[in-house]
C-alpha cells in the first residue's frame, strides 16, 4: 500500500552532497528525509581508497566513509528512505515526488543531489579493471601513479585537462584519441603539445584493457588503428578514461532549468535552482571540480539554503496573517 512521507525538507540523492545537506538540514530543525536512489552512498561506494577528503591522514575506503557519513546524519535525526524517484511535480509547495513503489514524498524544500556518472568506454575488460589501473578521475586517483607510466584517453577538454593534471605525476603521459584532431579548446591544445611530459596517440581505439598479476592489475592496452586495422600492445601501469560525465537530470527535464550539458543550473554563488525552494548542489551541478568534498560542501550551502528560504516564507505568511 504506498504510503505518503511529509516533511519540511526532501533530499534527493545519497552521496556526499545529500548526506552534507542532511546533516545541516537536521541540525536546522528541518527534519530531512533523504531519498537514497539505486545507489545509496552515491558514487565514492565504488571507489576503494581515498586520500584527499579532509580529517583523515591514513588513506580511507570510499565506502566506510559514506557508512559513516550515513550514520552522523541519522544520528542527528534525517531519515533515509530506500527508493528511487521516477517523477515529481515542482510547480507548487509542498513539492511532491513519487518513488517507483508508488510511495508519495512530500516537502516545503527540495534539495536535488542526484549526482553524476562517469561515461566509460563500456568494455568487458574496462569493467574488470577499475579500480586496478583503470580509473575515470585523475584528480581522485593520479596520486596512486607517481613516477609511473600512464595513459589518459578521450579527445575533448575532459581528456586534455586530465593528461595536464598527470604530469604533476608523471613524466610519461600519452593521450590516446580514436581521431587525428582534438575537440578540446585551443588554449588546452596548446597547452597540452607544449608539455614534454605528454605524447599523443591519434587514431587508435582501445580494444582490450590487459591485466596480469595476483592481485590482478592494468599492464597494458591493446589498441586498434581506426584507419589502418592494424593492431598494437602498449604497456602502461595506468589507464584514465576521460570521456565526459552523464549528470542524473532525466527525471529533472521539464521542471528546473538545465544547462547546455543537462547540468542544473543554479544562481552564481548560491545553491537556488529556476525553482524558488529547490536547490541542487554536488556533482549534479558541478562539472568543474566533481570532488567529495565539493559535493559535501555545496550540500551544505543548499541546507543553509533552504533554511533560509523556509524562514522567509514562514515570515511572510505570518506577517498576512496579521494584517
Ligand atoms: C571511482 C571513483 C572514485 C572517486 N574517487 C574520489 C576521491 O578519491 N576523492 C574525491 O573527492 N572524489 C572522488 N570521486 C568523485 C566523488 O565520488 C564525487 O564527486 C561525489 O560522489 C559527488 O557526490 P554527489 O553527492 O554530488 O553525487 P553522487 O555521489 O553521484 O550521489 C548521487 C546520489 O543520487 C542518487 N540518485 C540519483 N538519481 C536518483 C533518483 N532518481 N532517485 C533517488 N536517488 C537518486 C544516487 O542513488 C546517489 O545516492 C570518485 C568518483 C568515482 C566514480
Known amino acids: 500500500m504506498p504510503t505518503t512521507h511529509s516533511t519540511r525538507m526532501l533530499i534527493l540523492g545519497s552521496g556526499p552532497a545529500g548526506l552534507s545537506a542532511a546533516i545541516y538540514g537536521a541540525r536546522a530543525g528541518m527534519k530531512p528525509i533523504v531519498v537514497q536512489g539505486i545507489q545509496p552512498g552515491g558514487q565514492?561506494?565504488?571507489?576503494?581508497?581515498v586520500e584527499n577528503y579532509p580529517g583523515f591522514r591514513d588513506v580511507i575506503q570510499g565506502p566506510w566513509l559514506m557508512e559513516e557519513m550515513q550514520a552522523q546524519a541519522e544520528h542527528v535525526g534525517a531519515r533515509m528512505m530506500w527508493d528511487t524517484i521516477v517523477s515529481l511535480d515542482l510547480s507548487q509547495r509542498p513539492f511532491r515526488m513519487i518513488g517507483d513503489g508508488g510511495d508519495v514524498y512530500e516537502g516545503e524544500v527540495l534539495v536535488l543531489a542526484?549526482?553524476?556518472?562517469a561515461k566509460w568506454l563500456g568494455l568487458s575488460s574496462e569493467d574488470a579493471l577499475k579500480g586496478k589501473g583503470v580509473s575515470a578521475c585523475a584528480t581522485c586517483d593520479g596520486f596512486f601513479y607517481r613516477g609511473k607510466k600512464v595513459v589518459v584517453i578521450g579527445g575533448g577538454n575532459t581528456a586534455v585537462e586530465e593528461a595536464l593534471y598527470m604530469t604533476n605525476h608523471s613524466d610519461d603521459v600519452t593521450l590516446i584519441h580514436r581521431r587525428d584532431?582534438?575537440?578540446?579548446?585551443r588554449i588546452l591544445q596548446d597547452r597540452l603539445h607544449a608539455n614534454p611530459k605528454i605524447t599523443v596517440l591519434w587514431n587508435k581505439r582501445i580494444d582490450k584493457f590487459v591485466g596480469e598479476g595476483d592481485p590482478v592489475g592494468l599492464t597494458a592496452l591493446d589498441l586498434v588503428d581506426t584507419v589502418t586495422g592494424e593492431a598494437t600492445r602498449f604497456d602502461t601501469d595506468g589507464a584514465f578514461v576521460a570521456i565526459g560525465h552523464h549528470p542524473a537530470t532525466e527525471i529533472l527535464k521539464g521542471h528546473v532549468a538545465l544547462d547546455g550539458d543537462g547540468y542544473v543550473t543554479v544562481d552564481t554563488g548560491s545553491t537556488r535552482t529556476s525553482v524558488p525552494g529547490v536547490f541542487a548542489c554536488g556533482d549534479v551541478m558541478d562539472k568543474i571540480y566533481r570532488q567529495a568534498v565539493t559535493a559535501a560542501g555545496t550540500?551544505?550551502?543548499?541546507?543553509?539554503?533552504?533554511?533560509?528560504?523556509l524562514a522567509e516564507a514562514e515570515f511572510e505568511r505570518e506577517m498576512a496573517e496579521a494584517i
Open 299 to 309: 550540500g551544505c550551502m543548499a541546507a543553509l539554503d533552504a533554511e533560509r528560504f
Open 114 to 117: 542526484t549526482g553524476a556518472q
Open 44 to 49: 565514492l561506494m565504488t571507489t576503494t581508497d
Open 181 to 185: 584532431t582534438l575537440r578540446a579548446e
